[in-house]
């Protein structure tokens, strides 16, 4: 089979308080009805770091008031979408060393991904439940590295029902 690729592009905060990591609940995508990392695509003309904060702040209602960049990562996996066979996605890491405000319910508004939020321990989390975005930065907490070669996922499976959706189990 020839592979179609779709390329997406994501600036994410990491998150943790009390060793459980600030996870959203995602709403479409090839993440859809897993645990996912608070972020998204820049605006037209905005920095990585304009992103994450505007991104951070509409999906968690948390303001970044200090992080540090971590790196990037690039994921390839399998995702049926529009004539794509396959998602090759690109994210750049920052760790949120701080943060101000309330966990609130993110606004829903064309374009918005994110259901609320979890706090979800590394224990929690797995391919079953969570983007693989989750699972490398549990790995970031573990041992402050990040793969510098792609994160290849040769068969993925993207949750479509919401019965199956993980949080439904914890909320």
Do not use: C
């Amino acid at each position: 089979m020839n592979k179609s690729w779709h390329r997406a592009f994501g600036v994410y905060g990491l998150y943790r308080k009390d060793h459980k990591l600030l996870v959203i609940k995602k709403s479409r995508g090839p993440y859809k009805n897993r645990y996912d990392l608070p972020g998204g695509s820049p605006e037209k003309g905005g920095s990585h770091s304009e992103t994450l904060n505007r991104e951070f702040t509409e999906e968690t209602g948390l303001e970044v008031l200090g992080k540090t960049l971590i790196g990037m990562v690039d994921f390839q996996l399998p995702w049926v979408w529009r004539e794509y066979s396959h998602v090759h996605h690109t994210a750049v890491f920052y760790q949120v060393n701080k943060a101000d405000g309330e966990i609130e319910e993110p606004d829903q508004f064309d374009g918005q991904d994110s259901l609320g939020t979890y706090w979800l321990t590394e224990n929690e989390a797995n391919e079953d439940n969570a983007s693989p975005l989750v699972i490398e930065a549990f790995k970031w907490f573990a041992l402050a590295t990040i793969s510098t070669e792609p994160v290849i996922y040769e068969k993925w499976r993207v949750v479509e029902k919401t019965e199956e959706a993980p949080w439904n189990q914890n909320d």
